[in-house]
C-alpha cells in the first residue's frame, strides 16, 4: 500500500472516498493479517473524519438556522 496522508488532513469527500476504498479491500480479502489490521485501523480513523466533519458541518447549519431566527424576531 502507497503512502497516504495523515488522515486528520484530508477534508470529508477525500476521507470518505478512502474509506469506501479501505472497505472494498477489506471485503475482497486476500491481504494477510498485519494488512488487514492496519487497514481496518486506517478506516475506523477515516469514518471517525467523516463523523466529525458532518458534525462540524450540522453545528455550523444549526448556528446559522438561530442566527436567522433571531435576525427575523428582531
Known sequence: ???RP?????????AR???????RALEVGGLGLDE???LWERGEALARRCDDQLAGARTRIEEKLDEAERDAGA
Open 6 to 14: 495523515a488522515v486528520e488532513t484530508l477534508d470529508y469527500e477525500k
Open 17 to 23: 472516498d478512502e474509506l469506501v476504498e479501505v472497505v
Open 36 to 38: 488487514s489490521v492496519a
Open 1 to 3: 500500500m502507497s503512502e
